[in-house]
Nanobody
């Protein structure tokens, strides 16, 4: 079974940067679209960004456009989320997840289409 593990979270000051990693084990990520989601205390989980299995298509939530960049490595085992100009409202637990249904279907299905999830990594933006 595909297993995902996030890393790279931490405490950063407003305006700072972090790079989150989502590493796969047992299988590579060739056939999966990968999404990054986040959940802040008292709020529902929201989609942050996604990337197709080929890496050729990406999408971003309006709140992070121009600040976050999603990418995947050539070995197809890791997906990254580069987060710049972080703000306190970016504080949340960030999760990566894998969807095997095809890019357009994954976008349409949202979180329910992502069958494999990591445990999450905490990102705290505070001065």
């Amino acid at each position: 079974q595909l297993q995902l593990a996030e890393s790279g979270g931490g405490l950063v000051q407003p305006g700072g940067s972090l790079r989150l990693s989502c590493a796969a084990s047992a299988f590579t990520l060739d056939n999966y679209a990968i999404g990054w989601f986040r959940q802040a205390p008292g709020k529902e989980r929201e989609g942050v960004s996604g990337i197709s299995s080929s890496g050729g298509s990406t999408n971003y939530a309006d709140s992070v456009k121009g600040r976050f960049t999603i990418s995947r490595d050539s070995a197809k085992t890791t997906v990254y989320l580069q987060m710049n100009s972080l703000q306190p409202e970016d504080t949340a637990v960030y999760y990566c997840a894998a969807c095997g249904a095809g890019w357009l279907s994954c976008r349409r299905l949202g979180p329910s289409g992502y069958l494999y999830w990591g445990q999450g990594t905490q990102v705290t933006v505070s001065s």
